[in-house]
C-alpha cells in the first residue's frame, strides 16, 4: 500500500511539471497542430438505427464558457447591428477564460431563430444544428482584419438559417465579405436531411476574407474530425456533395502550395498540411472509423483516412455515446496499459491509479505508446471538456420533438447525456450558473460534474466502476424512454397545441437535468468517503 501511495504521489507532481511544461513550450512546436482540441463525429441518415442525421461536439477547453442558456428568437429594428467580437485569452481571474473584445458589426436581420447557446452554439429551433473541431491551418492564414470568429460564425448561422446547406452558403458569404478572423476551423453542419464538414481558413496576413471548402457525409456513411483538416480531393462540379468560396485554387496557386503540376488538389495539404502531422487528430480519427467499420481494418498508423466510410451496422445512440467516452482500452494505444503493479498474487495488472487522463509529458515519463509526449498521443474523452453533444435531427417529427441536443458536462467519461429538445424556453439553473472563471459553485452543473471526474481520475482502475453503475443504467433509461417521451410531445402536438408540447420537453429537460446535477454531486461525496483512506 505504501509504494502504491508513494507512486500516486509521483503521478501527481509529474502530472503538474508536465502541465507546466506544455505551457511553455516552444509556439513552433504546436504551430498548426491543435491536440488539445475538440472531436466531431458525423452520421447520415442511413448510418443511424432511427434514421437521424447526426453532428456532435467535445467542447475540449477550459477557457471557454462552462453555463448553457437558451436564447429566444428574436426580431430587430430596421437598420439595427449585429456585434461581432474578438475573443481573447484572459487570465486576471480566479480561472483561464476568454474575453469577448467588440471590434464591430454587420448589418442584422429582421428576424433570428432561436437557439441553444452553448459556448459554441449548437442548434437552432428548426432543427439545425453544429459541431466543431479546430485544425489551425497555415500560420500566414491567420488575420485579425476580419469581423467573424467562429463563435460567431456559429451563431450567425443557426439565427439565419434553417438548412444544413443554407448555412454552409451564408456563412461562406460573410466570412467573405466581412471577413474570418480564426484559426482554421471545421463544423459539421446538420439538418433533418443531411451532414456537412465546412473546413475555413483566413485569407492571409493584413487581408479580409476567407477560404472555405464543404464536403457532405453520405447518407450510409460516418465521418470525423479530430483537430486535422479532412478534406483533400474535392469536386465541384458535384454541387450535391461539394461546395467552396472561388478563390479556393487561386489563393494555393500563389503562394506556391498547390499547382497542377503537383498532382491533385487537396485542401488539406493546400492550406493545413500540418494538421495531418498530428498523431493526436489520426489516432482518433481512426478509432472513430475503425469502431463504425472494423470490417475495414484500417491501419493504426496512417497518415489519411477516407473522409467518410459505410458503417458495418447501424449506429445506435448507445454505441456513439460510448466512442465519445473512449479512450482505446481494449487497444494497443490504452494510456495506461504499461502502468502496472503486483496483485496479491504477483501478477501484474494496470494499477488503479493508473489515469489515462494524464498530461501529454506523463507520456514521455511512462513511455505510453512509445512516448511521444504532449504533441503526440491524446484520447477522445478528455478532463478538460467543457461540455459535450450528441445532435439529432429528424424528418419525420415536427422541429420541436425532431430537434434534440445530448448535453454531457465534463470528461465525457464520467458524465452522462441528458435531452435538450431544440424548443425548450429554459434549462435547470445550475445549466445557467458560470462555473469558471470566477472559481468552485455548488450553484454550477459544470463544477458538480469536474468535481466528480477529477477524484474519479485520481484512483481510476477502481472509481470508473463506481461512476459507471450509477449513470450506465441511467443512461439507458434515457434512451429507452426517448420513444414514448416523444410520442407523448407529439399526441399534444397533433391536438393543435404545440405550446404545450414545448412545456412538457422543456419539464423533462429539467427534471433529468436536475437530477443528474444532484447525483453528481452525491457521487462524489461517495467517492471521498469510500477511498478515504487511499487520498
Not at 222 to 227: K, P, R
Not at 398 to 407: A, R, Y
Not at 447 to 453: I, K, P, Q
Amino acid at each position: 500500500m505504501k509504494a502504491l501511495f508513494a507512486k500516486f504521489l509521483l503521478i501527481i507532481v509529474i502530472a503538474a511539471l508536465g502541465t507546466l511544461t506544455a505551457r511553455t513550450q516552444d509556439k513552433s512546436d504546436w504551430e498548426g497542430i491543435f491536440p488539445d482540441g475538440c472531436t466531431t463525429i458525423t452520421l447520415g441518415k442511413l448510418a443511424t438505427e432511427d434514421g437521424s442525421v447526426i453532428t456532435s461536439h467535445t467542447d475540449d477547453s477550459h477557457r471557454t464558457r462552462s453555463w448553457i442558456d437558451i436564447t429566444a428568437p428574436g426580431k430587430h429594428p430596421e437598420r439595427s447591428e449585429a456585434k461581432m467580437y474578438k475573443r481573447m485569452p484572459y487570465d486576471s481571474l480566479v480561472m483561464p477564460t476568454y474575453i469577448h473584445r467588440e471590434i464591430g458589426s454587420i448589418p442584422q436581420v429582421p428576424e433570428t431563430n432561436g437557439f441553444i447557446n452553448s459556448a459554441y452554439p449548437c442548434m437552432n429551433q428548426y432543427q439545425l444544428g453544429i459541431g466543431e473541431s479546430t485544425f489551425g491551418g497555415r500560420e500566414e492564414l491567420q488575420s485579425d482584419e476580419g469581423l467573424i470568429d467562429c463563435q460567431r460564425l456559429c451563431q450567425l448561422m443557426l439565427e439565419r438559417t434553417k438548412t444544413a446547406r443554407d448555412a454552409i452558403l451564408l456563412g461562406g458569404e460573410l466570412c467573405e465579405k466581412y471577413g474570418w478572423n480564426d484559426y482554421g476551423e471545421c463544423l459539421t453542419v446538420s439538418d433533418p436531411r443531411e451532414v456537412w464538414h465546412f473546413e475555413i481558413v483566413g485569407p492571409g496576413k493584413g487581408k479580409t476574407g476567407a477560404i472555405w471548402v464543404a464536403q457532405r457525409v453520405p447518407d450510409e456513411h460516418i465521418s470525423v474530425n479530430a483537430n486535422a483538416s479532412r478534406i483533400l480531393e474535392i469536386d465541384l462540379e458535384d454541387p450535391e456533395y461539394f461546395l467552396a468560396s472561388g478563390n479556393i485554387f487561386d489563393v494555393a496557386k500563389e503562394n506556391g502550395w498547390w499547382d497542377e503540376s503537383m498532382g491533385p488538389f487537396r485542401f488539406a495539404y493546400a492550406y493545413a498540411p500540418d494538421s495531418r502531422k498530428s498523431l493526436a487528430g489520426r489516432r482518433r480519427e481512426w478509432r472513430v472509423l475503425d469502431l463504425a467499420a472494423p470490417s475495414l481494418e484500417l491501419d493504426p498508423w496512417a497518415e489519411n483516412y477516407p473522409f467518410s466510410v459505410k458503417v458495418d451496422e447501424k449506429i445506435s445512440m448507445g454505441k456513439l455515446i460510448s466512442m465519445f467516452k473512449d479512450y482505446y482500452e481494449g487497444t494497443d494505444f490504452n494510456f495506461v496499459k504499461d502502468i502496472t503493479v503486483a496483485d496479491d498474487s504477483g501478477k501484474m495488472v494496470i494499477s488503479p491509479l493508473a489515469n489515462p487522463f494524464m498530461p501529454y509529458d506523463m507520456n514521455k515519463v511512462f513511455r505510453i505508446n512509445g512516448g511521444w509526449g504532449w504533441r503526440g498521443e491524446r484520447t477522445i474523452a478528455r478532463w478538460y471538456t467543457m461540455y459535450a453533444t450528441i445532435i439529432q435531427s429528424r424528418d419525420w417529427l415536427p422541429d420541436e420533438i425532431g430537434g434534440l441536443v445530448w448535453l454531457a458536462m465534463d470528461n465525457v467519461a464520467t458524465s452522462i447525456y441528458i435531452p435538450v429538445y431544440c424548443s425548450v424556453t429554459d434549462l435547470p439553473s445550475a445549466y445557467k450558473t458560470p462555473g469558471r472563471p470566477n472559481g468552485y459553485t455548488t450553484e454550477s452543473a459544470w463544477w458538480a460534474f469536474n468535481r466528480l471526474g477529477t477524484l474519479a481520475a485520481q484512483r481510476w482502475g477502481d472509481m470508473r466502476y463506481d461512476v459507471d453503475a450509477v449513470w450506465d443504467p441511467w443512461q439507458a433509461e434515457l434512451l429507452q424512454n426517448q420513444k414514448k417521451v416523444e410520442e407523448e410531445a407529439l399526441a399534444l402536438y397533433k391536438k393543435g397545441n404545440p405550446k404545450k408540447t414545448i412545456e412538457y420537453l422543456t419539464g423533462y429537460t429539467h427534471e433529468w437535468g436536475e437530477k443528474v446535477v444532484r447525483k453528481a454531486w452525491d457521487m462524489g461525496d461517495l467517492l471521498w468517503t469510500k477511498y478515504d483512506e487511499l487520498f
